[in-house]
T-cell receptor
Framework: GQNIDQPTEMTATEGAIVQINCTYQTSGFNGLFWYQQHAGEAPTFLSYNVLDGLEEKGRFSSFLSRSKGYSYLLLKELQMKDSASYLCAVTNYGGATNKLIFGTGTLLAVQP | NAGVTQTPKFQVLKTGQSMTLQCAQD?????MSWYRQDPGMGLRLIHYSVGAGITDQGEVPNGYNVSRSTTEDFPLRLLSAAPSQTSVYFCASSYGGPTEAFFGQGTRLTVV
């Protein structure tokens, strides 16, 4: 079976740093994606991790530990526009991104 | 630069009616997928395709049919709509392998 867990909601302050955690249990793990989804819009790609360690991309970084089944998304210098849902998704079945398994998402509210 | 285009954006159906949700992409992606998104459930895979003429079932395929006669188009058919199919439907495409999936803007379907 497959199970992906994320906190349902988080609140943070503009200018601060927030870490959104994701734990997973899957068979044949082959990579982890983070997507951002604003209310009423489509998910958009943020990051992809297949090896252990930290991937940095501007204000956003993503970390993966395959042995622990754990990832986090780190958002720095928070802006109001970062208020959105953040979706963790894993891919197995040979790495085909057309078979992404999503968590339920973390709704982040950034306050002034 | 259209990307992934879904039509219609909104639809109301009566129980028992049938309809087709359209999805087209202009990026020459081989992989295309359909997801549904429900509150508290995250995105769930309905059907997917790895190329023209090839389709397969995802997590929640019952009540839906798909076909892939061209690389560009991947329509989703509801055979006999039920209130349980009220949801937001997203189509996605990708090159395949460890690359990002691009999502359409979604179709919000209500079955009454």
């Amino acid at each position: 079976g497959q199970n992906i867990d994320q906190p349902t909601e988080m609140t943070a302050t503009e200018g601060a740093i927030v870490q959104i955690n994701c734990t997973y249990q899957t068979s044949g793990f082959n990579g982890l994606f983070w997507y951002q989804q604003h209310a009423g819009e489509a998910p958009t790609f943020l990051s992809y991790n297949v090896l252990d360690g930290l991937e940095e991309k501007g204000r956003f970084s993503s970390f993966l530990s395959r042995s622990k089944g754990y990832s986090y998304l780190l958002l720095k210098e928070l802006q109001m526009k970062d208020s959105a849902s953040y979706l963790c998704a894993v891919t197995n079945y040979g790495g085909a991104t057309n078979k992404l398994i999503f968590g339920t998402g973390t709704l982040l509210a950034v306050q002034p | 630069n259209a990307g992934v285009t879904q039509t219609p954006k909104f639809q109301v159906l009566k129980t028992g009616q049938s309809m087709t949700l359209q999805c087209a992409q202009d990026m020459n992606h081989e992989y295309m997928s359909w997801y549904r998104q429900d509150p508290g459930m995250g995105l769930r895979l309905i059907h997917y395709s790895v190329g023209a003429g090839i389709t397969d079932q995802g997590e929640v395929p019952n009540g839906y049919n798909v076909s892939r006669s061209t690389t560009e188009d991947f329509p989703l058919r509801l055979l006999s709509a039920a209130p349980s199919q009220t949801s937001v439907y997203f189509c996605a495409s990708s090159y395949g392998g460890p690359t990002e999936a691009f999502f359409g803007q979604g179709t919000r379907l209500t079955v009454v």
